[in-house]
């Protein structure tokens, strides 16, 4: 079974609307992280934001928030006010265990984000 | 703060050349990972050092690819001989002992003719 789920190949979004992008994930372990990373064209993943199993309050870093939801193992990313620099591909990736030594990421195949004028 | 250095970052060989790939973490990262994307796909664990020891290599294909951090700073990736089937881009990724993120560099684009 596939640990993490990322079920849009493509999605397009107009400049300055807000965008989701959904992730689904897989795990028996109670402690776990969640991230979201950016990759544009040049190749390079860019981390954007982190949600512990344990955080009660869903994560924001600016027009970048996470809507955990736990119980249905979903942690989709939502992108306000979409700019063109936004276009990248977009990969949600899991941390199973208490993180430190071991901390091997697991990520889903991604989501190719378009901003349209 | 420099971020990650990864070198080359294009490199085009023929099957059963050999490659290597080098790569420089953040000052002060004790923690480093290796991963192979191949194309449409997410990125995918080939190694994590701990300082100068390794981890986890349960995904490196050992025949043929091989990696060392000396020192606990630098690393290299070694492929001999390279398959057509190593073309990918290969990501070094380096974390501090404060933090799960992982902080990735541009990657090395590798095409196996």
């Known amino acids: 079974a596939q640990k993490i789920t990322q079920t849009q190949p493509g999605m397009f979004v107009q400049e300055k609307e807000a965008v989701t992008l959904d992730c689904t994930y897989d795990?028996?372990?109670?402690?776990?992280?969640l991230f979201w990373y950016k990759q544009p064209s040049s190749g390079e993943m860019i981390f954007l934001i982190y949600?512990?199993?344990?955080?009660?309050q869903n994560a924001t870093e600016g027009r970048y928030s996470l809507n955990f939801q736990k119980a249905r193992k979903s942690a989709n990313l939502v992108i306000s006010a979409s700019q063109l620099g936004d276009s990248a591909m977009y990969f949600c990736?899991?941390?199973?265990?208490?993180?430190?030594?071991?901390?091997?990421?697991?990520f889903g195949t991604g989501t190719q984000l378009k901003v349209e004028l | 703060e420099a971020g990650v250095a990864q070198s080359p970052r294009y490199k085009i060989i023929e099957k059963r050349q050999s490659v290597a790939f080098w790569c420089n973490p953040i000052?002060?990262?004790?923690?480093l990972y290796w991963y192979q994307q191949i194309l449409g796909q997410g990125p995918k664990l080939l190694i994590q050092?701990?300082?100068?020891?390794?981890?986890?290599d349960s995904q490196l294909p050992k025949d043929r690819f091989s990696a060392e951090r000396l020192k606990g700073v630098d690393s290299t990736l070694k492929i001999q001989p390279a398959k057509l089937e190593d073309s990918a881009v290969y990501l070094c990724?380096?974390?501090?002992?404060?933090?799960?993120?992982?902080?990735f560099g541009p990657g090395t684009r590798l095409t196996v003719l």
């Open positions: 990724a380096s974390r501090p002992t404060w933090t799960d993120t992982q902080y």
């Open positions: 000052s002060g990262h004790a923690t």
């Open positions: 990736a899991m941390r199973e265990g208490l993180g430190g030594g071991g901390n091997k990421l697991t």
């Open positions: 795990t028996s372990d109670p402690s776990y992280g």
């Open positions: 050092f701990q300082n100068n020891g390794v981890v986890d």
């Open positions: 949600q512990g199993s344990y955080d009660q």
